[in-house]
Every structure is written in structure tokens, then in C-alpha cells.
């Protein structure tokens, strides 16, 4: 029933400097992708923003999702559209467009070459459980990839074994185009709320 479940810890991930603050890689496909050469199929990660001001690298033929974990952020896209984003609002926008951003904040990108995806924000509520479904809706990919981040709290999820998954941790849940859903149940045995962002990868084998 578990198969094709990884978890990611937090002490995997890989950061690294820009001229703005930090960026962490929390995960690519394929794994031997890089994301300098935009060969991935997709990326997710997370940056912190330490300057008030600053310019988006230019990204062709990558479309983008980013939403904001903590603080407020203004986002212009020349000759399209502006908007402000509060915590785990979100936006997306093509990687091609002149972008610039006004605040500092921290924030969650999700990268797709050729390919599609969406975020949406989970709270588990202290002391209490939340089950989520896994499924390949769009039929047209050959792949689903479902992914949990851990951005506050810790939960726990009964797979062969119950493991933990605590702040920085992510799992991912891989479903192919005629595989049943999974079910997992999501479960919050502490006193504080789980903050999650779910993410939802539609895409084609790499070749």
C-alpha cells in the first residue's frame, strides 16, 4: 500500500546564497537534474528574503507557483499583473516575465518545465488527525507526485511503520497514470497546529 513513498528530511536539503538571502532545494526531478541548466521537469524550494527589493532570475519556459510562508510580499510582473501576498497566499506567473519583488519574507517555490502543478495550504489542528488523499486526476500525465511540507509542528503518518515528520521534513507520494488513490492519514499528537503546504506534480517520465 506504501510503496512509492519517500520521506526527505530536513537535513538532506542543500542551501545556497544569492545576492538576496538564502535559497533551499527541497527537492528535484529527476534526481540527477540541475537546476542552473533548467533541465528538471520540476523543483521545489524555499527562500528567505533579507533585502526589500529584488529582481527574479529570468527562468525561460519555466512556469512558476511561489507562496508566502511568512511575512508579506509585492510582487510586479512587468506588463502583467501585480499583487500582494500574505501568508500562504500565492501566485503564479511565467519565469520569463520581469519580475520584481517588494518585501522580506519567506517563501515556497514550485518550478514545472512541461508539465503542470498546484499548492494548497493544510492545517492540522492541534490534537487532532486529517486524512488526505493521493490520486492522479489528470490523465493525461504518465505521473502524479504528491508532496507534503512540513513548515511548522510535527505529525505523524502510519505507513509500514509511524514516522514522524517534523518542521523542514517533506514526503512524497508517487502514483502512476492507472494506480489507485492512497489514503494516508495525517496526525497531530501535539500542542501546537501543523502548518503544511501540499503540492501536486502532474507530469511525463524524463527520458
Not at 39 to 64: C, G, M, Q
Not at 81 to 94: A, G, N, T, V, Y
Not at 139 to 150: E, Q, S
Request: glycine share 4%; charged share 30%; proline share 1%.
Amino acid at each position: 500500500m506504501y510503496e512509492n513513498i519517500n520521506i526527505v528530511r530536513k537535513s538532506e536539503h542543500k542551501t545556497s546564497e544569492w545576492s538576496g538571502g538564502t535559497t533551499t532545494q527541497l527537492y528535484i526531478y529527476p534526481h540527477d537534474a540541475e537546476y542552473k541548466k533548467l533541465n528538471f521537469k520540476w523543483r521545489l524550494s524555499s527562500a528567505k528574503v533579507d533585502v526589500n527589493e529584488s529582481v527574479f532570475t529570468h527562468l525561460p519556459h519555466i512556469k512558476r507557483k511561489i507562496m508566502i510562508l511568512d511575512g508579506e510580499l509585492l510582487l510586479q510582473h512587468e506588463g502583467h499583473h501585480s499583487i500582494k501576498l500574505k501568508e500562504f497566499e500565492q501566485d503564479s506567473f511565467c519565469g520569463d516575465w520581469k519580475t520584481k519583488s517588494y518585501g522580506r519574507v519567506t517563501d515556497f517555490n514550485l518550478m514545472m518545465n512541461d508539465c503542470e502543478g498546484n499548492l494548497e495550504y493544510v492545517c492540522i489542528d492541534k490534537l487532532s488527525s486529517k486524512k488526505i488523499v493521493f490520486d492522479n486526476k489528470q490523465r493525461k500525465y504518465d505521473y502524479v507526485a504528491n508532496v507534503l511540507y512540513v513548515v511548522s509542528g510535527n505529525v505523524s503518518v502510519e505507513l509500514d511503520s509511524q514516522e514522524t515528520l517534523c518542521e523542514g521534513d517533506i514526503l512524497l507520494s508517487y502514483i502512476g497514470r492507472d494506480e489507485e488513490c492512497k489514503e494516508m492519514n495525517i496526525i497531530n499528537k501535539f500542542s501546537e497546529d501543523a502548518k503544511i503546504i501540499r503540492s501536486n506534480i502532474y507530469y511525463n517520465k524524463a527520458r
